[in-house]
T-cell receptor, first 115, second 112 residues
């Protein structure tokens, strides 16, 4: 079972560069989300999607764009990287928003450094 | 808004010691509560959950009880092992916000 696959695992960017973090899941989950993990701050929600064609902002959306053209894929785009975006990024998916089924499955993370 | 507060770490224990990691929450309505665990170099994985007051979630020797009167969901284990060394996250899901909200995480280090 592949689960949630994130690529790349590591990335170094220069300030102002753009890039896309990829996320794919093979569980036919409707709900997908992106978090960033910073020391002492837990995981903060960047963007989420409740289905193909539908996205919404989380707690810290500035500097990031998302789209959801298929159920499987939910890429995260950094348009102009800044050092404040240095973080570990996690993609997660879950079957639905029903509280009885909201186990979230996480990818292994992408460690991004912006210099 | 909804939030989760965890005890600060790191927590350092000897093998076979008793573990408690405190978690309290603020939320409207009746959220579902979760503990996730993150082993070194990996993503988070669900450890246990409880979806209503007085429910007890349990898995791998860990337990947590949903206490609405104290808005708490403390994680306990009677005898920890070195392999339990990880970061533990308390989280809540409130359907009205469509978000899984995490605490800051508590790092546990267990020594032989």
């Amino acid at each position: 079972n592949a689960g949630v696959t994130q690529t790349p695992k590591f990335q170094v960017l220069k300030t102002g560069q753009s890039m896309t973090l990829q996320c794919a899941q093979d569980m036919n989950h409707e709900y997908m989300s992106w978090y960033r993990q910073d020391p002492g701050m837990g995981l903060r929600l960047i963007h989420y999607s409740v289905g193909a064609g539908i996205t919404d902002q989380g707690e810290v959306p500035n500097g990031y764009n998302v789209s959801r053209s298929t159920t499987e894929d939910f890429p995260l785009r950094l348009l102009s990287a800044a050092p404040s975006q240095t973080s570990v990024y996690f993609c997660a998916s879950s079957y639905s928003l029903d509280t009885q089924n909201t186990e979230a499955f996480f990818g292994q993370g992408t460690r991004l450094t912006v210099v | 808004g909804n939030s989760v507060t965890q005890m600060e770490g790191p927590v350092t224990l000897s093998e076979e010691a008793f573990l408690t990691i405190n978690c309290t929450y603020t939320a409207t309505g009746y959220p579902s509560l979760f503990w996730y665990v993150q082993y070194p170099g990996e993503g988070l994985q669900l450890l246990l959950k409880a979806t209503k007051a007085d429910d007890k979630g349990s898995n791998k020797g860990f337990e947590a009880t949903y206490r609405k009167e104290t808005t708490s969901f403390h994680l306990e284990k009677g005898s920890v092992q070195v392999s339990d060394s990880a970061v533990y996250f308390c989280a809540l899901f409130s359907g009205g916000y469509n978000k899984l909200i995490f605490g800051a995480g508590t790092r546990l280090a267990v020594h032989p």
